[in-house]
Each structure stands twice: as structure tokens, then as C-alpha cells.
């Protein structure tokens, strides 16, 4: 969690960049029953744009920088590959990272495999290249993996086979698309880790869910720390309620805290509907005198 504490205020870096896996020998392999147009062609670079569906969304520039330097001392060790949309016109299907650095390194062209393909073959090309070299965070695999299920009409067990996934690494996956908007910013940032989401997917009430978030980025807890917090939060909601609907963990916190700092017995009752009532007691004018005391100025 250290990393991750440190990631905090960021921004949402390109996390698991790769800078040494450029010649990965296995990326043609992949996509070799995608008919192609060819061997390598030297194509400019003003005449290839970008993917949009790229599942990869978050570059890292120190590191594009690097592997700038690296072809502009060795060259392109691994061609990228494209398809043809038009005359003198080419689509990035994988890549990305090479072609970016190769504009920063001055050069006007570069080798690439032209191959035919439909959105859908550019779609699971690009995936599976970024998937097999770590490229891509959870939530962009998970995004990915939901996409592939939708435009390719797959069940989950077919999008196992074509990603060489187990089914349930790919329900996990899925699962996260699931988790508040806030929780999977923190994926993306590398505040929590998979197995941190893993923990928190289990809780039913959203503000568990933050407050939980929130414990775990402040404290640095471990995801062991994490399971027997939800697992406590689990057991007090099966418990039967003095109030007409549970009380969320947070509240029952603050509840807590409230009670420290003003030394009396405290009560918070919420229904439903979130409407309720705070109770505090006091056994003198004095013990009064004391709690308004601490309210007023705290």
C-alpha cells in the first residue's frame, strides 16, 4: 500500500507501462488468423491515426520519452500493425506506445503488418496485445472485457476462452463495473488493489462501501484488514434492528465518536428513509452544561 499512498493526488497515471517489452514475439502469433495484405511495409506516419476503442487509455510520458530515445538509438525492433481504411490511409491496431514515441523521436515513418480486419477483430487484437503484456489497468480490463461481451455478442465463458482467461478471473473483472464510480477512480490510480475491490464488492450499502474506501487509503490497510472489517460490518447488519432500517457502518463509527467526545451515552436512529434522531443523555444541569459546552465549541 505504500505505492499506493504515494499515488494518492496523482492523477490517473498509465500505471502498468511497459518499456522493455517491445519485441514481444508473440504478438503476430495472436492475431496470425487475421488475413493480411502483406509483409512489412514502411508507412508514414501522418497517414496512420489512432485507434479509438484503444482499451489502453493512460499513457505514461517519462516512459514514452524513454523508449523515444531507444528508437531514435536502435530503430523499431517490433512492427506495429494496421489496417487499411482508404487510399494512403491506415488504422492503429496495436502499438500504440511505439507509434507515439516514434512522432516524439522525429521519425516520418515506420514498419508495420497491414492486416485485413472488421472493429471487431481491431477490438480483440488491441485487447489481447495489451491484456498479455500487462498494459492496461482493472477497470480498463474490465471495460474491455464488458465491450467484447456486448459488440461481439460473447457469453462469459467464450470471452474466457478468447482472452485465455479463466472464467472466474473474468467474472472478477466484470464484477468491478459494479463497484461506485469513486472505488474504481481508486483502481485506476492504484490507491486500492483488485483484491481491496475484491473485498468491498461483498457490501451492500454504498456508504459502507466509501467509508471502507476511505479507511483504506488513509490507513493503509492490508486486504486481510479490509476482509475482517467487511466481514464485522456483514455480521452487526444480520443482527435485528432496535430502528425501522440499519444503520450503516459509518454512522455506527461516528456514533461511536460521538460518544467519546462528549463522555455521555449516545444514540443516532435512522429509518428507511433516512430520516431519524440523535439521543443524547445527561444525569445533572452540570453533565448538560458540559455536553453543550463541547458542541458549541468543538
Not at 505514461?60 to 531514435?72: H, P, Q, R
Not at 515506420?110 to 488491441?126: G, L, T
Not at 455478442?153 to 464510480?181: F, Q
Not at 472505488?183 to 488493489?193: C, G, P, R, S
Amino acid at each position: 500500500m505504500a505505492a499506493a499512498k504515494k499515488a494518492l493526488g496523482r492523477g490517473l497515471d498509465a500505471i502498468f507501462g511497459d518499456n522493455t517489452r517491445e519485441n514481444t514475439p508473440n504478438e503476430n502469433e495472436q492475431i496470425g488468423n487475421i488475413p493480411t495484405a502483406g509483409a512489412i511495409s514502411e508507412i508514414p506516419l501522418n497517414q496512420i491515426s489512432t485507434n479509438p476503442d484503444q482499451p489502453r487509455k493512460e499513457f505514461d510520458e517519462d516512459k514514452l520519452a524513454e523508449l523515444s530515445e531507444s528508437i531514435k538509438n536502435h530503430g523499431i525492433i517490433q512492427p506495429v500493425t494496421v489496417r487499411k481504411t482508404a487510399k494512403n490511409k491506415y488504422e492503429l491496431i496495436t502499438g500504440e506506445r511505439r507509434y507515439r514515441a516514434s512522432k516524439m523521436a522525429g521519425l516520418k515513418s515506420i514498419p508495420a503488418f497491414i492486416r485485413e480486419a472488421d472493429d471487431v477483430q481491431v477490438m480483440e487484437m488491441a485487447l489481447v496485445e495489451n491484456i498479455q503484456r500487462q498494459d492496461l489497468n482493472a477497470i480498463e480490463i474490465a471495460f474491455s472485457y464488458q465491450k467484447l461481451v456486448d459488440e461481439c455478442n460473447l457469453s462469459y465463458e467464450d470471452l474466457s476462452k478468447r482472452v485465455g482467461k479463466k472464467r472466474a478471473t473474468v467474472n472478477n473483472y466484470l464484477r468491478l463495473l459494479k463497484l461506485p464510480i469513486e472505488i474504481q477512480l481508486a483502481l485506476k490510480e492504484d490507491l486500492v488493489t483488485m483484491g481491496h475491490a475484491r473485498a468491498l464488492i461483498s457490501m451492500e450499502e454504498v456508504n459502507d462501501q466509501l467509508f471502507v474506501l476511505k479507511e483504506i487509503i488513509e490507513k493503509e490497510l492490508s486486504v486481510r484488514q479490509v476482509e475482517a472489517i467487511v466481514r464485522k460490518i456483514q455480521n452487526k447488519a444480520t443482527k435485528p434492528q432496535k430502528t425501522n432500517g440499519s444503520l450503516p457502518y459509518k454512522y455506527q463509527q461516528l456514533n461511536s465518536q460521538i460518544k467519546k467526545k462528549l463522555n455521555a451515552p449516545v444514540e443516532i436512529k435512522r429509518s428507511q428513509k433516512g430520516k431519524g434522531k440523535i439521543s443524547i443523555e445527561f444525569d445533572s444541569d452540570k453533565k448538560l452544561d458540559q455536553i453543550l459546552n463541547e458542541i458549541l465549541n468543538s
